[in-house]
């Protein structure tokens, strides 16, 4: 069985990023538990499920892939609701307002990096 256990965003201001995050998911099973001299890392409740942030290694600017997102399943409509506002509330872009999405209630972000985050039910 194949599945995906961390996703790496590259970030060009660590110390914003940390702060970021450590605020998105303050409510969370995510806890920042590490950081080194250039990633962050965040542990979900399940030992596999990992976030982290990163200076890239050849040290050169972060930039974003266009149609890159990593989604966070957060079950409940009211959860992307939270997450989603407050993703905006710290300095994060709208990308798709919550509603319903086919199957799915979900909402949009981007963070401070332009990043694409999805919170789905």
């Not at 110390?15 to 962050?40: C, G, P, Q, S, W």
């Not at 050169?60 to 989604?71: D, F, I, K, P, S």
């Not at 990096?113 to 919170?119: E, L, R, T, V, Y």
Request: hydrophobic residues 40%; negative net charge.
């Amino acid at each position: 069985m194949m599945k995906m256990n961390y996703c790496v965003f590259g970030t060009n201001d660590m110390n914003a990023a940390i702060k970021f995050y450590n605020a998105l998911f303050e409510k969370t099973a995510y806890n920042h538990v590490l950081t080194t001299d250039r990633m962050a890392f965040w542990q979900g409740d399940d030992e596999e499920s990992a976030f982290a942030v990163a200076v890239p290694f050849n040290t050169e600017e972060a930039t974003n892939g266009n149609g890159t997102m990593v989604g966070f399943s957060v079950g409940s409509n009211e959860e992307v609701i939270r997450m989603h506002k407050t993703a905006i509330d710290l300095g994060g872009m709208c990308e798709g307002r919550p509603e319903q999405r086919g199957p799915r209630f979900s909402a949009y972000v981007r963070d401070l990096d332009n990043n694409k985050i999805a919170f789905c039910e």
